[in-house]
């Protein structure tokens, strides 16, 4: 007789595999004693020795059944076993989950701050541009402004008395050769002009006494002190009295006797050095 067995997990499988092994045990207990009664010691019929043959085949059964019990067991409990790890294994996996969902909205928050930013940075950068736009023409237009006025001090420096030529020399060498290919830039520029428009000015604005030596009216050259009222006018008084006036032309000063103001230049030397009283003295002025 063959015996099919069904794993189940419920609790009606369970009822029906008990009574079966009831069954099967009460029958396996009537055989028992059956084979343990006093055999006759007269031959067997054939009728005789059929209900041994059940009773082996029943006994067969029940070790079968109680063997495919036993795997039974040991598969729900294998079931159930895996059962708890995967639970576990699960209630790991769901905590990655929410780990790796924070991580995900925390990069995407960061994603979106960063693109805030770039946003911001674009348009930084835009008017960063313009600015520099604006910039680049407002250097432009100043080293245009400087250039012409690097061309104007070359030409008031042409005009200026000779040791105020001496003294901005340093700066005057300083002004470009060409300003389209020189690699100093517009605010030295503007600030050696300044410094030589600030010195003439103050030199436009001072009386200034200079030994020099001029060529008089005899030709010789001779040490004379010369009188210059700014950078537009100048007198002029030999040792012998010989007296004139100078003025700035284009390609320098141009000096001219005149014996008529010795005694006038004399006296206004001597007034600068604290020689005379203060007093009004009436000198020649030419105006261009």
Not at 94 to 121: F, M, P
Not at 199 to 224: I, M
């Amino acid at each position: 007789m063959k015996t099919t067995i069904h794993t189940s997990t419920s609790p009606h499988a369970w009822r029906s595999f008990a009574c079966f092994l009831i069954v099967a045990t009460a029958g396996a207990t009537a055989q028992e004693a059956a084979a343990t009664r006093p055999v006759d010691s007269k031959p067997a019929t054939a009728a005789a020795s059929r209900p041994a043959l059940d009773l082996a085949a029943q006994t067969s059964n029940l070790r079968d059944a109680r063997a495919a019990m036993g795997k039974w067991i040991e598969t729900q409990q294998i079931i159930s076993r895996e059962r708890k790890d995967w639970q576990q294994s699960k209630e790991i996996l769901a905590g990655r989950v929410d780990v790796v969902k924070q991580e995900a909205s925390s990069l995407e928050e960061k994603i979106r701050t960063a693109e805030s930013a770039a946003a911001d940075a674009a348009k930084k950068k835009g008017e960063l541009l313009a600015e520099n736009d604006k910039l680049k023409e407002q250097a432009a237009a100043l080293a245009t402004a400087v250039t012409g006025m690097e061309a104007d001090v070359k030409k008031v420096l042409k005009r200026v008395p000779e040791f105020i030529a001496v003294r901005l020399k340093p700066l005057a060498s300083r002004i470009p050769e060409d300003p389209a290919t020189t690699k100093v830039s517009v605010a030295e520029r503007f600030q050696n002009v300044l410094g030589i428009l600030n010195d003439l000015n103050k030199a436009n604005n001072e009386l200034t006494v200079n030994f020099e030596v001029r060529n008089l009216a005899d030709g010789k050259p001779s040490e004379v002190r010369v009188l210059y009222v700014g950078l537009a006018q100048a007198y002029y008084l030999s040792a012998r009295g010989e007296s004139g006036t100078g003025r700035p032309g284009p390609d320098g000063w141009v000096w001219e006797p005149n014996p008529a103001i010795a005694a006038d230049v004399l006296k206004t030397l001597e007034i600068i050095q604290g020689k005379h009283k203060p007093a009004f003295v009436p000198l020649p002025v030419k105006f261009q």
